[in-house]
């Protein structure tokens, strides 16, 4: 104590003469090392390249925001409830409130969303799915939709399970705008990655995105990525994993967190919750009825997406609906709501489908535990409002001179063309959602037949456990929405959402059969809507026979490719961009003298930017001046990557295609440029395979190609 | 009645004429309706290239395995345990019969498997793994290793929990057997697909495989897609996808399906059911030890790959134990095991450390929903058998002079290089289940400890609820084995496992951290096993500087090529063949007349299958005969699909390596060959990647490609 280190000492100094500063800061030498450890922690955790508190931050927001929305949609539909009832009994005045607040929500969408950008109109997820193969989709992901479509899906859910729509689609089209103007944001920073890698490698942030966007609204981390997945991508890459669910269980556990502080949760729990019994969730037999379930579900899945992809474009085409649509879209959108809302007013039409339930409201009807059939309702109930208890929401599916069959199967009927209807109305909304209470309904119906086939329940031998029509409306759920959007990651969603797993094996196999009908006669949903709104698409080849294997790419390539010598100038870049609208141009190097069909010797590269350093440049745009520079000097020629030859079969071609997001590749042969391949060309082969090889038809290397030289 | 249609006449007389054969059928005319209608459903259900009933049965046949397997490893676990009991209390007598038999048993797998073939060693995950990037393994796939295996497996999981191994790696293994097998079956009908395109896709065939393999040991279909696609590929086509859940949900279900049959269970649940309470599963402030959890998992799962990366090469390279391995590895097996079974042994070191349980007890009761430090356990327990009762089983893990706290930490203590050392032994077996329990003894001891610091439940306001230290356990079996396999699904996998989902956000939470920490410090088992055993790997390219963005494929790419002319006959291939030993051979097309630098032409495509023509045409092997034929006449030569250009960077080519499974793809500049690229040099370039380009250095296209020609 006597004798002090003198480093000690000369610390000692160093802080007296730092006393001025820091004299209320104690502890100079902890807080120093502190800050080092900071220093070091904060080095390991935001690397360069290092982007998870991007994504978490993206999971934060979005689960915030859909938080949030829900409140809203929450409060504005109480607010109709509570005018409804507030009218009184005058049958007028009520039909009014019923229809109009429906009417002016939903139009208000339509005209606002509509103002603003149409980009937001819709769900988002085909155009997604467009982008996700490499397309460009200008401003698609401008962050400006991003306002249109959050002010537009809340009034459209506002207007509640009248107009029957969801938020899933437009949710992960909201993440993806969120993660892409982060994105920018953040190559702001140090870190740019190469644009050529960007465009062959998956965006890893989109497909985080798009996790995100289901997990935030279901709450279910896991099913979120794998279902984004199925549903977006061809492709997908392992490494890229932990990202989407990174950001998914950011997401899911915000989302979850929220209600807990809002106290409608006591803790962290499934968001439809229901309290199936763990026990003995079904009995062996009863997967035979899962089974004929799921074929249920395939089959009428089957039957609405040809209804959906037909009205569609009946709607587009027919005169008075497309004048409607092109001009006054929320006029369309008001007569739509009008005509559903009148259906489902509840003192008409709307009694026997249990029209006053939100959609949530629904499902957790839906997947309740109890068997219906043998519950006795209360003979007043339609007259009162909608109980609050939620063991006593079910009655909304009673009416007095129609059993709980009779409702349901009502339900199901009407509701299979409203749902279609709805999706042709112009405003931001999800598709999603309806179609998993539609299936949930499904399986409701058939679970309540089999409990009424075998009340006493189906074992012959030990103890009798009666059926659970819940677990049906599960398979129900997960089997309509997974044929429907050709995903099989629905069976894991439904346990998530509502957290319960056993009857996870039943579900699967519900969904595998519904899987196999549906994916054998239609396209999926987002397929079916990418072929109507005629977005650029690649479409599989689904012939299997041996002489489809022999189409080689020579027979279906481009042979009319406008290409550039390395030593040409303006004129001829001109000549080029007037001949073709192409967005980039096979640069050529001449070894030879000639150019023509026989001693060309190569081809170089693409010109991208070839536009921008045309505008730019002085010397271009001012003819006086000598064009003294060639393109081979000037333009930054990126070189080619890839070269496909002339006996690339057909398969190998569309196999590169999916797999590294082409637009455009180029065709050569021994060297020499004879073609290209883009998505146009590959659109029409796969409708020709199954004719036995054209080889002889076509004479090689004729037309030639053009190329523009001094 | 009377005036019968005459084609109903008709019809009768036909049925007349056949009456001799007929008549003891009824109905012929429903009869042949009917046998129209099987007609059309099994042309729908069988279509050529469909797969799903090979599908079906490879699920179903692996869940009889894997069934059977449990059910003989329960019956000689039973053997051992009347044993150990009736060999009464000499303590001599009672240490023979403690360590002998798993002696016995490990040696005698070691032994039999070596014997018949050493591709059965092993858990055969690595192996797979490379094969999946598109090398081929000669035989390792063969149905012959299936016998061994299996009887080796059963063999090792047979000496039970001292030995510490599970089955999960090895049922990969043979469910993969399976299922090449059985396509070679079926490929002997009337589809094929074409070798080039298998080749090149992923063959969705092997990771169905896989996922049966795990679902069919966990009863968990859907993770066990997820985790076999974690763990074996870096891309999966989503394509595919429905054939993984497919097969693994057949496998699940006939798994779960036999147990109820055996009537071990009554109806289908999960395999490890666990009985958390579900009302109130964990509270909010606990995912902070969750991910405490996480971050102890990723450290120890660090710790852990490297002891055994380093004691895998260790044993190897110590002159003893190499010698060992090379010429008596049952003698190695013997003398491990001794060790091994003379720690566990239950009146020595064993009482300490549950020794007397089996490993899916291990796992029941660590997952058990009761707090340990709260019961008071029996004291005579250590001299009683074990307790059939499930809910006695925990007071293995008590013991009068330690607390449960001094048993888990000892017990992970000594476990911990105890499995490092059981993963040297040279016997079929799985390496997961290991890490799973101790996983699972992690999450417990941190668990209990929580719950000894909160006696009372965490929350501060509103209603107190205990902790739950089986929550805990679940997290941590997750977290380790998913940050030691790098993968995330094992949080799914535990959840299925238990057919508990309530803890699914805190779960995913431990396994997130535990793998950013693993995943950022060492390589997964799997990959550190590939690499000791110099399997080929590509390894990822890590360095994110941008310098490696501008490292292009003609500063690595092997100038040295073996190529062929198009009209070089016998001499010249020959030629070829003795001067190198690829695979196949570029074959260039004369356009030009001279060989050379300057004016070659151009490549034309690779020979597969040359050596199989050599040795089948008596030409080329009768030196008397006149070789008439050339290259281009007698060989197929495969048309090239894909050629790299010198500019191609290196992250592009790794890309495509990757993407497309290739093992070497040739460059060419102006259409002439000018190098190639393999895995061997796709090994090198990322250790110099940071460094400055080093493009200057190498002089451009010298040493020239070698050309055979005449």
Redesign the interface.
Known sequence: MKHPVPGGLREEEEERVLVSEQSWRPCPKARRRLRGCLEWVKQQLFR??ED?YFLFILGVLMAIISFMMDLLIFRLYEAHRWLYQEVGDVLVLKYLSWTMYPIVMATFSTGFSQSITPHSVGSGIPELKTILTGVVLEDYLAIKNFGAKVVGLTCTLAAGSTVFLGKVGSFVHLSTMVAVYLGKMRTSGD?IL?P??WS??QPPMLVAAQAVGVASVFGA??SGV?FS??VM???????D??RG??AA?CG??MF??LA?FNSEQ?????IFKSDLK?D?????LE?FFFAILGAVCGLLACAYLFCQRWLLAAVRENRLTAKLLATDKPVYTALVVLLLASITFPPGLGQLMASRLTMKEYLITLFDNRTWGLLVPNASSLADPPSKDPWGLWQEWCHPSATIFGTLAFFLMMKFWMLILATTLPLPAGYFMPIFVYGAAIGRLLGETVALLFPEGIRSE??L?PVVPGGYALAGAAAFSGSVTHS??T??LV??AT????H??PV??AV?VA??IT?KHQPSFYDGTIIVKKLPYLP?IRS?HMAS?QV?VEEFMERRVVALAKGSGFEEVLAALDTSADAEYPVL?S?GGMWGTGGV???G?DITGLVPILQGHPRWWAPSAEPTGTLGDNCAIE???????????L??AH??FE??RLQRIFV?????LVGAVSRAERLNPPKSVPSPRPCTKVSPYCPPLIIIST
């Open positions: 360069v390249g998870w870190f190469p050529k890698t062959y490698e981390p896991i794998l997945i199925e991508s061809s492709h997908f890459a392992v490494r994993y932990w669910f990174f269980t899911a556990f979850r967190l807990v006591e803790t962290i729990a499934a763990i003995f969730p079904f009995d062996l997967t030990g103890a456990h099989i990651s069976a894991l346990c998530e957290g319960h797993l056993s996870v094996l699967i196999l595998l899987n196999a994916q599989r299997r294997y080689v190097e070894a010797t190569g081809t590269g070189p080619i990557m890839l070269q496909l030859s002339p006996w690339t079969s398969h190998q196999h590169l797999l590294l050569t042969r021994f060297g020499e």
